[in-house]
């Protein structure tokens, strides 16, 4: 089993649509919690970041961290096209290298 | 802003050749991590640099090597390449200040081994 699990989707929703995308994550040492966005054959760009449990919000994107349930969700509100990309969840353990533990990410296509 | 630099972007190689791969970290940036990302995967951890020390270690085959040079620039060497090393790498860089988990990507090398 994976550290952390990711649904590959497809998704595929209308623009304006709320997405809801998630991360389940086996090891409870996971204290920083990222979501990255990757579009074809480019870099993943850093999107948000948390730290513990909680919610962030930052413009259209919401993160939530459950601890007690091991799961993670980045929520976009009023999806455009060009959020069109596959979104990867990260996670990171306190101390040592910091090293990032991704999920396979999900492709999302918002259609216009 | 600057941001981390990869080269070459594509490279082309055929077995059991060697290929070298470059990071140029974003500027006062002291750590380097080097992902690998084969086709419809999520990134791996292969090593990562911290002031021109290994910091950690991942899933990094003995063929492989990398160091982090003076100018925090870091290299992935990479011998008797099997076609199995096909896949992007990607370097990010972060600072080990405040938030070492804020890492950023590079545009990622496409290795191509035929």
């Known amino acids: 089993q994976k550290e952390v699990e990711q649904d590959p989707g497809p998704l595929s929703v209308p623009e304006g649509a709320i997405v809801s995308l998630n991360c389940t994550y086996s090891?409870?040492?996971?204290?920083?919690f990222m979501w990255y966005r990757q579009y074809s054959r480019k870099g993943p760009e850093l999107l948000m970041y948390t730290y513990s449990s909680g919610n962030k919000e930052d413009g259209r994107f919401t993160a939530q961290v459950d601890k007690s349930s091991k799961y993670i969700s980045l929520f976009i509100r009023d999806s455009q096209p060009s959020d069109s990309a596959t979104y990867l969840c990260a996670m990171s353990a306190q101390g040592g290298s910091e090293k990032l533990v991704f999920g396979k990410g999900t492709k999302l296509t918002v259609n216009p | 802003a600057a941001g981390v630099i990869q080269s070459p972007r594509h490279l082309i190689k055929e077995k059991r050749e060697t290929a070298t791969l470059k990071c140029y970290p974003i500027p006062r940036h002291d750590t380097v991590y080097w992902y690998q990302q084969g086709p419809g995967q999520d990134p791996q951890f292969l090593i990562s640099f911290y002031e021109k020390m290994q910091s950690d270690k991942g899933s990094i085959p003995d063929r492989f090597s990398a160091q982090q040079f003076s100018d925090y620039h870091s290299e992935l060497n990479m011998s008797s390449l099997e076609l199995g090393d096909s896949a992007l790498y990607f370097c990010?860089?972060?600072?080990?200040?405040?938030?070492?988990?804020?890492?950023?990507f590079g545009p990622g090398t496409r290795l191509t081994v035929t």
């Open positions: 990010a860089s972060t600072s080990r200040g405040p938030s070492p988990w804020e890492q950023y």
């Open positions: 090891n409870s040492a996971f204290q920083y």
